[in-house]
Nanobody, 126 residues
Framework: VQLQACGGGSVQAGGSLTLSCVAS????????MGWHRQAPGKQRELVAA???????NYADSVKGRFAISRDNAKNTVYLRMNSLKPEDAAVYHC?????????????????????WGQGTLVTVSS
């Protein structure tokens, strides 16, 4: 199983980007998909996740600005990022795993994914 992410780049604050992640192998439609990010010196955090049934979950920091979606026919998950802020700058990774591995604890979503893609870099200038 391979996850191939793309779409990162450099934008000014307030701008938008859309990340894409294509999954190979026969796993996509029955798995949850998620986007994590990790900035230098910070812990990795789950940004958004979407279950196999289409239920979405977001970190509070991106709620209302980011949107995750999936196209099962294309084995692709997207992350539309609007109103980008400098603090959104990070390496973004897509991930896949069973729905039950999306968990909510103390106000934070976690996704202990089984499969991980390489990162795509997002930089946001102020």
């Amino acid at each position: 199983v391979q996850l191939q992410a793309c779409g990162g780049g450099s934008v000014q604050a307030g701008g938008s980007l859309t990340l894409s992640c294509v999954a190979s192998g026969n796993i996509f439609s029955r798995n949850a998909m998620g986007w994590h990010r990790q900035a230098p010196g910070k812990q990795r955090e789950l940004v958004a996740a979407i279950t196999s049934h289409g239920t979405t979950n977001y970190a509070d920091s991106v709620k209302g600005r980011f949107a995750i979606s999936r196209d099962n026919a294309k084995n692709t998950v997207y992350l539309r990022m609007n109103s980008l802020k400098p603090e959104d700058a990070a390496v973004y990774h897509c991930a896949a795993g069973p729905d039950y591995k999306i968990e909510y604890y103390n106000g934070v979503y976690y996704f202990d994914a089984d499969y991980w893609g390489q990162g795509t870099l997002v930089t946001v200038s102020s």
